[in-house]
């Protein structure tokens, strides 16, 4: 009977640990997928960032400027904007910032693998010693 507790106890622990594999899976996923992005008017834009008139940007980029602009920063898919830009636009000049973690975390590394790879065997173990123990 005691056995079994036991089982359930590691059991248990398998769980939280494949939890929190799970949970740094997403995370470095979501890292790599999203940028933060604002969009700011400015009175003097500085000159030494790329000038693009709206006209010229993306379908993809447009929709994200006039999503962005006026918030004080959004999570966009990564990629949309690769530097920060000047963007005239209906007469006022707007910084594009940009801000992608470069440290981002590699989902299939040991941060990510120890845990679900661990997990899985403690949930293997707790199931067989909570079933057969004694």
Do not use: H, I
């Amino acid at each position: 009977m005691r056995t079994s507790y036991l089982g359930v106890a590691v059991l248990l622990v398998g769980l939280v640990a494949m939890g929190a594999g799970a949970a740094t899976y997403v995370d470095a996923q979501n890292c790599r997928t999203v940028a933060g992005l604002s969009v700011t008017p400015v009175e003097d834009p500085p000159a030494d960032l790329t000038r693009v008139a709206y006209a010229n940007l993306t379908d993809d980029q447009q929709r994200v400027f006039d999503q962005v602009r006026g918030a004080r920063q959004a999570l966009v898919q990564r990629g949309v904007f690769t530097e920060a830009l000047v963007v005239p636009y209906e007469g006022t000049d707007y910084v594009v910032a940009v801000s992608e973690e470069s440290s981002c975390g590699d989902p299939g590394r040991d941060g990510v693998r120890v845990p679900l790879l661990g997990g899985a065997a403690l949930l293997l173990v707790g199931a067989g010693v909570a079933k057969y123990g004694s």
